[in-house]
């Protein structure tokens, strides 16, 4: 799990906060820049938007590279299609560390675009590789470890970048390039691990070579009906090939599935979880917390995160997949309606606490 986390998931999690951190340092950058370049400045408005876009494109980015693992999975294997996907982050790095010294805030565009197609490919790839390669009992903790990696890599994004550390304006290009360290972690590990076993029967049909890997992933326990699952799965599928993704949508068949995996991927986007990572300066300044303590408490809400999902992975298997979705979408709901009512009235009670404070101040100098 480590092997295929470290560079899978976390990288995903790790990106996502780390461009919190330097957010005044890379506007600051963007108008010297543009200064430079054009001798006038930038309005605040164009900053922001050239902001906007360094923080959009990574999304963007996971949505070329979940269009790419698809057939990275099928033509590489899950275990090189997870190596290769370094290649992304190492250029990635090259692009953000080097940009303040190119002078050019448009390599920082192009890191994070990289940045995203790592996460998106490790996305998909790592909980199919967790998945095949666990045992059965195991599976729903084996892919929900997928979630703790990502949630260890928001809080080290989130260490990693106090001001302390490497959130400073000197070094703030070291912090965009520090994701390049568990993708070399990644490359001197992972290769020592078995290719999936399912891969190796069922795509490849070397079943000599998924004796191997199973024999290493399980040691000595008997996996003859593992085996005998996968070899029924692989007759089942025989001469098939795999299907694209208008051919997935159109497939009546699969239309239930489909759909299931739609809405509970589109509640987990929209639920303004990864916004939050991005903008968690703006957001906790205007809730009126001082520019020195928001870099606390932001690690603050990653730990949340990671407190949650390290309960999930222990409960899955007892208490099903099920109910942690339902309660896990009830409470984001309700939560969702806290915030918004607290926000809509937080001006409205800020004013009746300064008039109170007023009216005492008052009070005490009469007496």
Same mark, same amino acid.
């Given at each position: 799990m480590f092997a295929a986390g470290i560079g899978g998931t976390f990288q995903y999690g790790y990106n996502l906060t780390i461009i919190n951190a330097p957010t005044t340092h890379i506007q600051k950058f963007?108008? *010297?820049?543009?200064? *430079?370049? #054009?001798?006038?400045? =930038? /309005?605040?408005? !164009?900053?922001?938007?050239?902001?906007?876009?360094?923080?959009?494109?990574?999304? =963007?980015?996971?949505?070329?590279?979940?269009?790419?693992?698809?057939?990275?999975?099928?033509?590489l294997g899950r275990k090189k299609s997870l190596l290769f996907n370094n290649l992304f982050i190492i250029l990635s790095a090259i692009f953000c560390g080097l940009s303040r010294y190119a002078k050019s805030f448009e390599m920082i565009i192009l890191g994070r675009i990289l940045a995203g197609v790592n996460s998106g490919v490790s996305m998909c790839i790592q909980p199919m590789y967790l998945g095949e390669s666990a045992p059965r009992k195991l599976r729903g903790t084996g892919a929900l470890?997928?979630?703790?990696s990502t949630a260890i890599g928001l809080v080290m994004g989130q260490v990693v970048g106090l001001r302390e550390i490497l959130g400073s304006e000197e070094v703030?290009?070291?912090?965009?390039?520090?994701?390049?360290?568990?993708?070399?972690?990644?490359?001197?590990?992972?290769?020592?691990?078995?290719?999936?076993?399912? #891969?190796?029967?069922?795509?490849?049909? /070397? @079943?000599?070579?998924?004796? !191997?890997?199973l024999r290493r992933l399980r040691g000595n326990c008997d996996f003859t009906s593992e085996m005998e699952e996968m070899m029924a799965e692989q007759t089942a599928i025989q001469g098939q090939r795999p299907k694209s993704l208008c051919e997935l949508i159109q497939d009546q068949s699969l239309r239930r599935q489909l759909l299931t995996i739609v809405v509970l991927s589109s509640a987990m986007q929209l639920c303004g979880n990864d916004s939050? #990572?991005?903008?968690?300066? #703006?957001?906790?300044?205007?809730?009126?917390?001082?520019?020195? @303590?928001?870099?606390?408490?932001?690690?603050?809400?990653?730990?949340? *995160?990671?407190?949650?999902?390290?309960?999930?992975?222990? !409960?899955?298997?007892? !208490?099903?997949?099920?109910?942690?979705?339902?309660?896990?979408y009830s409470l984001m709901s309700v939560w969702a309606v806290v915030f918004m009512v607290a926000l809509s009235q937080q001006v409205k009670v800020q004013k009746k606490c300064i008039n109170v404070v007023n009216i005492m101040q008052k009070k005490c100098n009469k007496e």
């Open positions: 963007v108008n *010297e820049t543009w200064l *430079e370049r #054009y001798g006038s400045e =930038l /309005d605040s408005w !164009v900053i922001t938007l050239i902001w906007s876009i360094i923080v959009s494109v990574f999304p =963007l980015g996971g949505f070329m590279g979940a269009l790419l693992a698809g057939p990275m999975a099928i033509r470890s997928c979630a703790v703030w290009p070291l912090l965009l390039a520090s994701n390049v360290t568990p993708g070399i972690i990644q490359l001197m590990v992972l290769p020592w691990v078995p290719e999936s076993p399912r #891969y190796l029967l069922i795509d490849l049909k /070397d @079943k000599d070579s998924c004796v !191997v890997a939050m #990572y991005f903008y968690a300066s #703006y957001v906790f300044q205007a809730a009126g917390i001082s520019s020195e @303590k928001i870099q606390y408490v932001v690690i603050g809400t990653g730990s949340c *995160e990671l407190l949650t999902s390290i309960t999930c992975t222990l !409960v899955i298997d007892r !208490v099903g997949r099920r109910v942690l979705v339902m309660g896990g």
